[in-house]
């Protein structure tokens, strides 16, 4: 009976040993998790898998990351990072960052639409763009001031919708309105005519959805003409519209805006002049 007693005990003693282990290393795991994200982060569950050569975190709304062992690096969304004293490095995105510039490199400034800084260039961000695109068109609004900062503009189009309608084969009116920009005498001004017409016909969309009445109904419809205006005096000229569609999927653009910065940095999404001004270092 002693030795079932003590057999029991030991049986016993080992399993508050695991779960204090991997109460710890949850704890760990959140920890440097934490340091890195903020307090907002929380693990709900850390597992060893891969005959422990990996750690799964279960974070508290159910996504998963995996990480190794010494908790310096994780994969999450496909992507490899390293946790550093003070920063979280994006292992993937860094390895791009040379194969951008060079691909980008090969673009040249006849090419794109480019808003030049006022004076001294003090930078160059390439934007993949599209005119449906509401954040696209919020960065548009930011173009002079990041000229006025010495930030050079240079867009590159991508159609979110893509180049052919997958329903009529018909190209698709994301590459019309890219289209009509890069084939106007005056580029850098009819991107900035195409934007506003289409920012102007999605408020007043909304506005009509809204029930604002006739005066909504009537911005619409001047707005749609003028768009139609537009689009009817488009041209082909052998746009390097799908060359540079192909080429945004080649350096990592999943969506737009999406800015490249001249060491090849990718900044997905929309970003106040300003901020991105600190972000390159020049304010």
């Known amino acids: 009976m002693k030795k079932i007693l003590i057999a029991a005990l030991l049986s016993f003693g080992s399993v508050v040993a695991v779960q204090a282990a991997e109460a710890t290393q949850e704890q760990q795991v959140e920890a440097r998790l934490v340091s890195a994200f903020g307090p907002r982060l929380q693990v ?157 016909l999605g408020m007043a969309a909304q506005r009509v959805r809204q029930g604002a009445g006739s005066a909504a109904e009537q911005q619409y419809r001047d707005a749609e003409k003028k768009m139609q205006a537009m689009l009817s005096a488009s041209k082909d000229c052998n746009a390097p519209i799908t060359a540079q569609f192909e080429l945004g999927h080649q350096v990592g653009v999943t969506g737009t805006p999406a800015i490249i910065t001249e060491d090849g940095t990718l900044i997905p999404g929309y970003m106040p002049a300003d901020e991105l001004a600190r972000r390159l270092g020049i304010l």
């Open 44 to 200: 709900q569950e850390v597992v060893a898998v891969a005959g422990k050569q990996l750690l799964e975190v279960v974070l508290i709304d159910g996504s998963v990351m995996h990480m190794t062992p010494d908790m310096n690096y994780f994969l999450y969304r496909d992507e490899l990072y390293q946790l550093t004293p003070g920063e979280v490095v994006n292992v993937t995105q860094s390895r791009l960052n040379p194969k951008r510039v060079s691909s980008l490199s090969k673009v040249t400034d006849q090419q794109s639409v480019l808003f030049a800084a006022k004076g001294k260039q003090k930078a160059l961000i390439n934007v993949f763009t599209d005119i449906d695109c509401g954040f696209c068109q919020k960065l548009h609004l930011e173009v002079p001031r990041l000229n006025e900062l010495g930030i050079a503009v240079r867009y590159l189009a991508y159609p979110r919708a893509g180049i052919n309608s997958p329903q009529t084969g018909q190209l698709t009116d994301s590459y019309q309105k890219l289209n009509y920009v890069w084939c106007a005498q005056d580029r850098t001004a009819a991107m900035t005519a195409m934007k506003n017409t289409q920012r102007d």
